[in-house]
Each structure stands twice: as structure tokens, then as C-alpha cells.
């Protein structure tokens, strides 16, 4: 029996939902489904700049879970990329929550989780 899958955190809804090769139409091409925790890890890695350990805490899963996740996602992207596939991104087991910044170093932090203050001292915006 397989263990259901932790619920993640997603502090941010895409802006679109799929990315296509310009000039087929989407019923054409074969699609890579990138999940919305996939999305949520590489937008905090790879655009934000955030280390697995911090990146991990926001999802709320683990660092190694992470890390598993992101190779992932890279990889979809990649497959989209390369192959000429629509990128579409949907499901997951994943809950929006309210995110803010740290005044102070300026981190994204989870409103809901986070209490208002952040470990370095600062207030969130």
C-alpha cells in the first residue's frame, strides 16, 4: 500500500497554465504535467534564489523531499523544452497560503505559519 502524499504549500498560483511550441495547436502536441509543489519548488530555487533548507520549510516537507522535487520539475521543463511538448501545470496535494517578506532580509515567509515575525528578528511586509 502506498503512503499518501504530505500536503504541500503553495505561496503563489502560476500566471498561466500552459506553456506551448508557437504555432501547433495544443491539441497537436503531446503535454508534461508539472505539478503545482513542482512549480512552487523551482519558483522558490531557481528564480528565487532560496536554498533547499529555507525552500523546504515554506512546501513543508522535508529538505531531501525538496530536492527530489526540483530535479523533477528541472527535468519536465527540460523534456518540454527540448521535445517541442506543451508544459502544463495543474494538481498536486497542495493548499495556497499567505505569504509575506521579512522587512529585514527580505525572505519569503508563510503568514499563516510564521506568526508575523521572523527568525531574524524582522516584521513581515
Given amino acids: 500500500m502506498v503512503r499518501p502524499r504530505k500536503l504541500r504549500f503553495v ?3 502560476p500566471g498561466f497554465r500552459m506553456f506551448k511550441p508557437m504555432g501547433i ?4 502536441i503531446e503535454q508534461v504535467v508539472l505539478t503545482l509543489d513542482e512549480f512552487e519548488a523551482i519558483r522558490l ?4 534564489g532560496m536554498d ?5 520549510a515554506l512546501i513543508g516537507i522535508s529538505r531531501p523531499t525538496l530536492s527530489r522535487l526540483v530535479e523533477q520539475a528541472r527535468h519536465k521543463v527540460a523534456d518540454a523544452v527540448v521535445t517541442g511538448k506543451a508544459l502544463v501545470i495543474e494538481g498536486g496535494n497542495v493548499e495556497m497560503v499567505n505569504r509575506g517578506r521579512c522587512d529585514d532580509c527580505g525572505r519569503e515567509i508563510s503568514r499563516s505559519r510564521g506568526g508575523g515575525r521572523h527568525r531574524c528578528g524582522g516584521s513581515l511586509s
Fill in 11 to 13: 505561496g503563489m498560483e
Fill in 25 to 28: 495547436p495544443a491539441m497537436e
Fill in 45 to 48: 530555487v531557481d528564480l528565487d
Fill in 52 to 56: 533547499h533548507e529555507g525552500a523546504s
